[in-house]
């Protein structure tokens, strides 16, 4: 018998944790930041632009915000995956394909065992989201796939993007953190709207950072302005996030790039 040839399997990075003034930060292999924790607030939300990935609340009713299944692409520093549990009492999964990455968080960024409404897979997101089993489950999704180059998303076809809407349930809506150059981003943008369809695609203000969080529907239109004022006020409130500040850069995601 021949023998068959092998593919090896691609190298992970390094994870590494990094502190300052109070807030650690995950790494892999670089100095880019994956994700961070305030040590003395654990279940804050650090980054700005972590903050803005909780943006697709403004498209569920308030009454809603703790109910449905949440589902995070790349679990980072674990902080959504930390909000979605234990701030919002969500059923919350987090899908990770780096064994690093889950220990790092279980031994530096206080996230818990898995258990009742908690899980982490060790899969590719990829495959995660193409199983026909999960279709329509999910109402709240996070995307955040990087590698340790942090210079574009590591998924990021129309073909991908159109699996993670099949996730969705009717009401359900996605969050992905773009960040880039700008034809990067305009790329991305129009493969989310090929998925997603016209009027179901929006964008929030960029970072200082760079970061721009894009949410997607799939059916849920935009509220109108009263009540996005009503459901962001209640964020700022309740939840501890700028929503209100959000809305002054929130406009819809068209086929014309500028």
Request: aromatic letters at 6%; charged letters at 20%.
């Amino acid at each position: 018998m021949s023998d068959l040839p092998i593919t090896p399997l691609p190298r992970l990075p390094e994870v590494t944790v990094s502190e300052f003034g109070g807030v650690r930060a995950l790494h892999l292999d670089s100095i880019w930041v994956q994700g961070a924790m305030r040590k003395s607030k654990p279940l804050h939300l650090e980054l700005e632009y972590v903050q803005r990935m909780m943006a697709p609340l403004l498209w569920q009713a308030v009454e809603t915000w703790r109910e449905g299944q949440a589902v995070q692409l790349g679990l980072g520093a674990g902080a959504l995956t930390k909000f979605c549990h234990q701030v919002l009492g969500r059923p919350t999964v987090a899908v990770e394909r780096h064994p690093g990455v889950l220990a790092a968080c279980r031994q530096w960024f206080a996230l818990p065992p898995d258990g009742a409404g908690l899980r982490v897979e060790l899969q590719d997101a990829d495959a995660w989201v193409r199983d026909p089993s999960r279709a329509g489950t999910v109402r709240l999704l996070h995307v955040d796939l990087y590698d340790e180059e942090a210079a574009a998303p590591v998924l990021d076809s129309a073909d991908f993007y159109a699996a993670c809407r099949e996730l969705l349930s009717p009401d359900g809506a996605m969050a992905v953190n773009l960040f880039g150059r700008r034809a990067s981003f305009d790329g991305s943008c129009q493969r989310l709207l090929q998925a997603f369809g016209p009027g179901q695609v929006w964008r929030l203000a960029a970072t200082k950072e760079g970061n721009t969080v894009v949410v997607c529907t799939r059916e849920t239109p935009l509220p109108d302005k009263a009540e996005l004022k009503r459901r962001a006020t209640n964020m700022d409130l309740a939840l501890g996030l700028p929503a209100v500040r959000w809305l002054r850069g929130l406009k819809a995601v068209t086929h014309d790039p500028a």
